[in-house]
């Protein structure tokens, strides 16, 4: 079992920064990958980034492209999500997910646990 908890959360105007962060129970973090998603009102959960077990590798949504950057440390147990230039179609509840294996999917369907999510709000 990974139990996953987000945090970093909050209310930023346009063009400002946030850094996500998401703290996981358990000895074998580093036996998963790891990915961010967000869920905007109305609409469907959307994959924002992925990394590796190991970090190595990422993938970003091309909307967030050059902005957000994902990363981990696995002797801390915690994915972070650094968020920069945040714009108003950022706003969603942003939620970490982990997947058993070295690589991430951009299909949420692939995630075995769960974060309860945070929000993230953008003002113009």
């Known amino acids: 079992q990974v139990q996953l908890v987000e945090s970093g959360g909050g209310l930023v105007q346009a063009g400002g920064s946030l850094r996500l962060s998401c703290a996981a129970s358990g000895r074998t973090f580093s036996s998963y990958a790891m990915g961010w998603f967000r869920q905007a009102p109305g609409k469907e959960r959307e994959v924002v980034a992925t990394?590796?077990?190991?970090?190595?590798?990422?993938y970003y949504v091309d909307s967030v492209k050059g902005r957000f950057t994902i990363s981990r440390d696995n002797a801390k147990n915690t994915v972070y999500l650094r968020m920069n230039s945040l714009k108003p179609e950022d706003t969603a509840v942003y939620y970490c997910?982990?997947?058993?294996?070295?690589?991430?999917?951009?299909?949420?369907?692939?995630?075995?646990?769960w974060g309860q999510g945070t929000q993230v709000t953008v003002s113009s």
């Open positions: 990394i590796s077990w190991s970090g190595g590798n990422s």
């Open positions: 997910a982990a997947t058993k294996g070295p690589n991430g999917f951009a299909d949420a369907a692939f995630y075995d646990y």
